[in-house]
C-alpha cells in the first residue's frame, strides 16, 4: 500500500530562518504531489502541487518544493520564515493507478512554530 | 466560489445514535471526496463521488457508514450507531475534472465537521 512520510513532527524555527521539511512517499509509478497548510483555526489549503514538467514548482507565499523522482521525496521549501507561517503542513500523494483512484494519501503532518 | 461547506461543524453524541454530516462542494465541481483526520494524524480517505456515483470505498468504511450524493451536488456521510472510535474531524472536500478520466484535478476542503462520541 502507497504511503506518505513526514519525518519532522514538530518544527521551531525563528523569524527569518530557513525552511525544509521533509516529505518521502512510497510508489514506483506515477504521482501527483500537493503540500497543503493548516493555519490555526482555519481549514486545509493548498499550499502547491506538482502534476509533471519543472521539478522545482513554486507555490504561495513564498514556499516552493522540489521533487526528486530518484528519491521519492517531495521536500517544501522557504528561505526566510515569518511568525505568520505558524500552522501544520501535511504532504499529500495521488498516486495515479489503472484503477483511477483519486484519492490522496496524506502524511501524518508537521506543526511548524515560527518564533518572533 | 463560496468554497467547500460542511454541516454541523460540531456534533456531540452519544454511543448508538446515528449521526448524518453535510457537504456542499464548490458549485459545478463533479467529484466529491469524505475524509476522516484523527488528532495527530492526515486525512485518512473514505469515499468519492464522481457526479451521483460512487466510484471508491475505503476498507476504513464500515458497514455503519454510508454517503450519498442523491443530484451530484450535495453529499451526507452518515454512521449508525456511533461508536467511540469514530470520535474525529469529517472532512469534505470537492474539485473539478473537466474530463471523465482527468487525474489533474485539484482537492479543496471544507471546514470539517468535529465528531465527539460519548
Known amino acids: 500500500a502507497q504511503s506518505v512520510s513526514q519525518h519532522n513532527h514538530h518544527v521551531i524555527l525563528s523569524e527569518a530562518a530557513s525552511l525544509e521539511l521533509g516529505c518521502n512517499y512510497s510508489y514506483g509509478g506515477t504521482v501527483n504531489l500537493f503540500w497543503y497548510v493548516q493555519y490555526p483555526g482555519q481549514h486545509l489549503q493548498l499550499l502547491l502541487k506538482y502534476f509533471s514538467g519543472d521539478p522545482l514548482v513554486k507555490g504561495i507565499k513564498g514556499f516552493e518544493a522540489e521533487f526528486i523522482k530518484s528519491k521519492f521525496s517531495f521536500n517544501l521549501r522557504k528561505p526566510s520564515v515569518q511568525w505568520s507561517d505558524t500552522a501544520e503542513y501535511f504532504c499529500?500523494?495521488?498516486?495515479?493507478?489503472?484503477?483511477?483512484?483519486?484519492?490522496?494519501?496524506f502524511g501524518s503532518g508537521t506543526r511548524l512554530l515560527v518564533r518572533p | 466560489d463560496t468554497g467547500v461547506s460542511q454541516d454541523p461543524r460540531h456534533k456531540i453524541t452519544k454511543r448508538g445514535q446515528n449521526v448524518t454530516f453535510r457537504c456542499d462542494p464548490i458549485?459545478?465541481?463533479?467529484?466529491l471526496y469524505w475524509y476522516r483526520q484523527t488528532l495527530g494524524q492526515g486525512p485518512e480517505f473514505l469515499t468519492y463521488?464522481?457526479?451521483?456515483?460512487?466510484?471508491?470505498k475505503s476498507r476504513l468504511l464500515s458497514d455503519r457508514f454510508s454517503a450519498e450524493r442523491p443530484k451530484g451536488s450535495f453529499s451526507t456521510l452518515e454512521i449508525q450507531r456511533t461508536e467511540q472510535g469514530d470520535s474525529a474531524m469529517y472532512l469534505c472536500?470537492?474539485?473539478?475534472?473537466?474530463?471523465?478520466?482527468?487525474?489533474?484535478?485539484?482537492?479543496?476542503f471544507g471546514p470539517g465537521t468535529r465528531l465527539t462520541v460519548l
Open positions: 472536500a470537492s474539485s473539478l475534472a473537466r474530463l471523465a478520466g482527468a487525474s489533474t484535478d485539484t482537492q479543496y
Open positions: 499529500a500523494v495521488n498516486a495515479l493507478r489503472m484503477d483511477s483512484s483519486y484519492k490522496l494519501i
Open positions: 458549485s459545478e465541481h463533479n467529484r
Open positions: 463521488f464522481q457526479n451521483e456515483a460512487q466510484l471508491e
